[in-house]
């Protein structure tokens, strides 16, 4: 009967010892996450990097604890889901609850990347300006725009514009770009004096160019309105446009026909026009006298080809 109770008390102890992490909890003997970057949009956006985490040694579940290093830009909870509170780089840290001196570590950057980016630079051996205009949406695609070039040198001449779509993927501060045309290719993200650009290699359609893509602005300038202009095609045909400023959407009209609607932003004073439906395209803007003026100015939604030289003017 002795024998009995001793048995049965080893029994329990054995019981509580298997629900009482700490009595059988073995600390791993190394802990790895599979990313050291991650890049998220904007506030409410959540990651789970509990599914970066590697360990090795110690028990088959290891019990792991996860911090921020600032909880104004992001919080991340007891499952390892991370979500973005602010703007700017915090770092996550996952460590084993039994030796915290056991942890790996990654740099998350919060930052509203999805938006539109441009950039002009002057490239000598073909005596023209390239400018480019580069649009990241939500759903992980990407537009992409070259406007026509007047090449300069010997058999150049005028090279029409160039469009691209296509997807992304991030990788930290590193974006990676498929597109339909241009192939891939990578751009660096990166924030300096609380101003973001991308960086690197591009492909302008035949080439690569260095280039530094700015991201630009959606706030108002006061542009909200109606603008117009009557003028003439090459061929003197009439062109009667009307264009349409409300809140970061346009609509572009010859007479009574659509020719462009989307959404615009502004890089200093100048409109960058967006398409969704018809042609892209970009203006100069000058609050002060109420107009918008452009020398690539759509006026057939069909043939990009088609533009005029326009100022048109707030009614």
């Known amino acids: 009967m002795k024998k009995i109770k001793v048995l049965s008390m080893a029994v329990t102890l054995a019981a509580v010892c298997t629900l009482s992490a700490g009595c ?3 600390a791993p003997d190394k802990i790895e996450l599979k990313v050291s970057e991650l890049m998220l949009a904007g506030t409410g956006e959540a990651y789970d990097i509990s599914k970066e985490v590697i360990t090795e040694g110690g028990s088959d579940s290891p019990k792991l604890k ?3 290093s600032d909880e104004s830009i992001a919080v991340v909870d007891d499952n390892g889901v991370i979500t973005a509170k602010g703007q700017g780089t915090v770092v996550v840290t996952v460590a084993s609850s039994v030796d915290e001196g056991i942890a790996a570590a990654a740099d998350v950057l ?4 999805h938006n539109t980016y441009s950039a002009v630079k002057y490239i000598e051996a073909m005596g023209c300006n390239i400018r480019i205009r580069l649009a990241l949406n939500p759903d992980g695609s990407y537009d992409y725009y070259r406007y026509p070039m007047n090449v300069a040198l010997s058999g150049g001449g005028q090279m029409p514009s160039l469009s691209d779509k296509g997807s992304y993927k991030t990788s930290g501060g590193k974006f990676t770009f498929t597109g339909d045309i241009l192939g891939e290719f990578t751009m660096d993200f990166k924030i300096e004096d609380k101003t973001a650009y991308l960086e690197g290699d591009m492909p302008t359609g035949g080439a690569t160019t260095h280039m530094k893509l700015m991201i630009n602005s959606k706030e108002s300038k006061g542009e909200n309105g109606t603008y117009t202009a009557s003028t003439e095609t090459e061929d003197c045909s009439a062109a009667l446009l ?9 609509t572009l009209k010859n007479s009574d026909k659509k ?3 989307g ?4 890089e200093n004073n100048r409109i960058e026009f967006s398409a ?7 203006a100069d803007y000058n609050k002060g006298k109420g107009t918008v003026e452009g020398t690539l100015i759509p006026i057939n939604a069909e043939a990009e080809e088609k533009n005029v030289s326009a100022t048109l003017t707030k009614q």
């Open 24 to 26: 059988i909890e073995k």
């Open 66 to 68: 996860y911090k921020v």
């Open 110 to 113: 919060v930052y509203p990347y």
């Open 242 to 250: 009307t264009l349409t400023l409300n809140d970061g959407k346009y």
């Open 259 to 261: 020719v462009s609607e």
């Open 263 to 266: 959404s615009y932003t502004f």
């Open 276 to 282: 969704k439906y018809g042609v892209s395209f970009g």
